[in-house]
């Protein structure tokens, strides 16, 4: 029963699935069957029965302040886990495809709500326009390492509309932008071009970096993705030949966050604290535990972190979504700077978008109360000119 002094209620649930797979990829549970954990926002007094629905490839934002804040506004909210909890070490994009498209259904046909809006928030970003390009023209098959996972027979229903906030343009691209090029030696990570070093003292190359060093820095970073990319594809090339197809290998990527613009903020300048990012101190973050892609398998890589062969590239997919879409970026965001977001807005690829700027919010919005309320204001104005609500 709700309780009429709160603004919101909040109902845990588990979306069952089933989804057959030659080997277990997730912990625990019987084989081929697994459980999607959610969260529902449901107001006191809503407003709609239109609902907001936020996933992340890894989850962990059902307690965000954009998502409660949105909740007490009137507007109900659904939070929904992908298959991988907190985990991304085996995580497979095409499958969280399914994951986000059984919560779409379930929001409809047991919930009742009539229309979808997706939110995509951080990784949830490139995630939304990935899901909503395949509900709209299906076309995957299979994942990049050959597997089936096939799309194209799942009948996603396709959101009614898209808002990206704080968002970035891909897995893959993110990890790119923020590896370390200087790491001449996957097995050997101690092994560096000291020129290439930002964390080197030694290194002539400091911040400001001139554009000659960023041109080369940056093509290094690629170059570091598509060399491990290859071994990846070597490697599995080996199970296969060796007749263990379903086996999978697990590897350690070392040194991914030195991106030049956390030293140098004058690159995709915002007001993000100076040789700062979402997690602290990046040189600390470039080998701590919890760095983008730090633990990795052989098909998991090709799926989110390849920057040659992911399908789940967000500028990519937002060329073929039809839905009205928002953009909200944040100035002082320190995961996801500016490029990305005008990168995103520039890549949908119709007309029935804008873009808006919180000036002063952080990526979190913790303790910022203010900027908070801007950007619900800001949904809430766009949710009801488009016939959201």
């Keep these: 029963m709700t309780n009429k002094n709160k ?17 277990k990829e997730t912990y625990g549970g019987p084989m081929d069957f697994g459980a999607l954990k959610s969260h529902l926002l449901r107001p006191a007094e809503p407003k709609t029965n239109n609902v907001i629905v936020f996933m992340h490839p890894v989850g ?46 379930h929001a409809k046909e047991k919930f009742g709500f009539e229309k ?42 396709p959101a009614d509309g898209i808002m990206l906030l704080a968002a970035h343009i891909s897995r893959s691209h993110t990890l790119t932008e923020w590896i370390d090029a200087s790491i001449l030696d996957e097995q050997n990570p101690n092994l560096r071009d000291p020129e290439l070093d930002l964390y080197n003292p030694s290194n002539p190359n400091q911040a400001p970096y001139s554009e000659d060093f960023l041109t080369r820095y940056r093509a290094a970073q690629i170059a570091r993705n598509r060399k491990i990319t290859q071994w990846v594809k070597n490697k599995l090339a080996e199970l296969k030949t060796g007749g263990r197809p379903n086996d999978e290998f697990a590897f350690v990527v070392h040194g991914t966050m ?57 500028l990519k997919c937002a060329e073929t979504i039809t839905v009205p879409a928002l953009v909200i970026g944040n100035s ?40 908070l309320d801007e950007a619900i204001n800001l949904c809430a104005d766009w949710l009801k000119r488009k016939g959201l609500v």
Excluded at 120 to 131: C, D, H, I, N, R
Excluded at 337 to 366: C, M, V
């Design 7 to 23: 603004a919101y209620e909040r109902i845990p649930y588990l979306i069952f699935y089933q989804d057959k797979s030659p080997f």
């Design 332 to 371: 002082a965001d320190d995961a996801c700077t500016p490029s990305h977001t005008w990168r995103l807005f520039n890549a949908i690829g119709h007309q029935d978008k804008e873009i808006h700027e919180i000036k002063g919010a952080t990526h979190y919005y913790f303790g910022q109360a203010e900027q």
């Design 258 to 314: 030195a991106d030049p613009r956390w030293l140098d903020p004058a690159i995709d300048a915002n007001d993000r604290k100076p040789r700062w990012c979402y997690l602290g101190d990046p040189e600390v973050v470039n080998n701590g535990p919890v760095g983008l892609a730090r633990f990795c398998t052989l098909r998991s890589w090709l799926s989110q972190w390849s920057y040659d062969d992911t399908n789940a590239d967000g």
């Design 116 to 157: 979808v809006i997706l939110a995509g928030w951080s990784g949830g970003g490139s995630l939304s326009m990935f899901y909503q390009s395949q509900a709209e023209k299906p076309t995957i098959t299979h994942t990049p390492a050959g597997d089936v996972v096939d799309l194209t027979v799942q009948d996603l229903i």
């Design 60 to 105: 962990g934002g059902e307690y965000l302040p954009m998502i409660t804040t949105l909740a007490k506004a009137g507007y109900p909210v659904i939070y929904c886990q992908s298959r991988y909890p907190g985990n991304d070490t085996a995580l497979i994009m095409e499958k969280v495809a399914i994951d986000l498209g059984n919560c779409i259904r």
